[in-house]
């Protein structure tokens, strides 16, 4: 059971691990911080917050177990900001979806008490209020930690994330950032794509979606300023990604041009054979 639970900066993420924490008795009392004080008012109300301090300092004082759940470029910055007002026991995770540089800025101003983790949950929406409590349910979590992390606290945030119905994975921060690269970047960026080329094309055509173009597109609606971060922070791997998926494209164009539609039927039946191999979404 953790004592204290400070959740900092809340969005659809952290809204949502205080409601799970609350609803799965995690923790014995939540506290959040938010930089506005409208959102602090709004989060008063909640049955699932015991308190909203308007500093970073107090928010963490007396918190054994804090989660960062800004935008990956401020889950920097917090880090160092709460690193002088930290209880001795309080171990910090985040929600960051890139791994690599966050957790070695962040280990730098905390030390091995941070373990990153990245829930690979969420949504099209965005803030706090469109949080849910079993928002994590059978979703992979991926938890980071580095060499230097120490192994209670590595523990004790694997555990919390099984807590709120998480499938946990541990791999090191640039294992993590190679796999998302291509299986969450790289979809956005094709999403993006897609609906940006067909963005040039007569806007009648749109009125005529179906449900294959719907499924498709459905990321590219996903918020910018959050993206640009993340192709920002894993640039690299996502370079990588998209490197790859252009010889692949470009295989099949060939293919479709010099008529070779055992090639082409070939690709078909193993990009058919993949899909079908995911497991029952949650």
């Known amino acids: ?14 809204g949502s691990v205080a409601m799970a924490a609350h609803a799965k008795g995690l923790a014995s009392r939540t506290v959040i911080w938010a930089r506005r004080p409208e959102v602090r008012a709004a989060l008063e109300t909640q049955s699932w917050c015991q308190g909203t301090p308007a500093t970073l300092a107090e928010a963490v ?8 759940a800004a935008p990956v470029e401020r889950i920097i910055e917090l880090s160092r900001d709460i690193a002088p007002h930290l209880a001795p026991e309080g171990v910090v995770t985040d ?3 890139v791994k690599g540089h966050l957790s070695r800025m962040c280990h730098a101003a905390l030390g091995g008490r941070f373990v990153g983790a990245h829930p690979m949950a969420g949504s099209a929406k965005t803030g706090w209020e469109n949080g849910e409590a079993n928002l994590f349910e059978n979703r992979t979590c991926f938890v980071t930690p580095l060499p230097e992390t120490r192994p209670e606290a590595n523990e004790r945030v694997a555990r919390f994330w ?7 994975f ?3 921060p640039d294992e993590h950032d190679e796999i998302v690269a291509n299986i969450s970047h790289l979809p956005q960026a094709l999403a993006t794509s897609l609906c940006s080329r067909l963005a040039a094309l007569p806007s009648a055509w749109r009125e005529f979606a179906g449900g294959g173009l719907r499924d498709t597109t459905r990321i590219a609606s996903s918020d910018a300023t959050m993206w640009i971060e ?7 791997e996502v370079l990588r990604a998209l490197g790859g998926f252009e010889d692949e494209l470009h295989g099949l164009k060939a293919a479709i041009t010099n008529r070779d539609w055992p090639e082409v039927r070939a690709r078909l039946e193993r990009g058919k054979q993949y ?4 497991r029952a979404a949650p």
């Open 1 to 14: 059971m953790i004592k204290q639970l400070t959740v900092l900066a809340p969005g659809l993420l952290g």
């Open 61 to 68: 004082k007396d918190a054994d177990f804090v989660v960062l």
């Open 95 to 97: 929600v960051g979806s």
């Open 162 to 168: 099984m807590g709120t119905g998480s499938r946990v």
């Open 170 to 172: 541990t791999v090191t």
């Open 230 to 236: 993340i192709f920002q922070q894993n640039r690299d």
């Open 275 to 278: 899909r079908d191999g995911f």
